[in-house]
Structures are given as structure tokens and as C-alpha cells.
């Protein structure tokens, strides 16, 4: 299926309920597992690793966007 794709190695999707998104990638995508813990799940999808994995709260990227200012004294 994902064999095709030459340049991507590896697609992480974030989520907030890690155990239901194991179950549903373990249901609608049978890939083999390469790797599993308490917090993400690894399918090997021919050469692209699919990584469902529970996000961890921190600044989103919009945060991050926003200009800071350095002051040097």
C-alpha cells in the first residue's frame, strides 16, 4: 500500500486518547508492530513507519511562532 512512497520514513500522529488510537490503527490498518509502549504504538507500512503516539502538553506551534525579543544588557 505505502510502498510507493520513496522520501517519507516516518508519519508520528499525535492524539489525545492513545489506547483508542491504538485499537483503531490495530483494526483498520494491520500493520506489523515494531515497537509498542505505554505511550505510542510503531506499524511497520512497508519502508514508512506509522507512530501514532499520545501527545504531550506544551506550547503548540502557533505558541512557538510568536516573536520573542533578547535583550542584552
Known amino acids: 500500500m505505502l510502498e510507493s512512497v520513496g522520501k517519507l520514513n516516518y508519519a ?6 492513545i489506547d483508542r488510537m491504538k485499537a ?3 483494526e483498520f490498518f494491520p ?4 515497537s509498542e509502549t505505554e505511550t ?3 506499524l511497520g ?3 514508512v513507519l506509522l ?3 499520545a501527545s504531550v502538553s506544551g506550547p503548540t506551534m502557533a505558541e512557538e511562532a510568536v516573536p520573542r525579543r533578547l535583550v542584552y544588557s
Open 12 to 17: 508520528i500522529v499525535l492524539c489525545d486518547d
Open 45 to 47: 507500512a512497508g519502508h
Open 31 to 34: 500493520f506489523p508492530v515494531v
Open 24 to 26: 483503531f490503527y490495530r
Open 51 to 53: 507512530w501514532p503516539c
Open 40 to 42: 505510542s504504538l510503531a
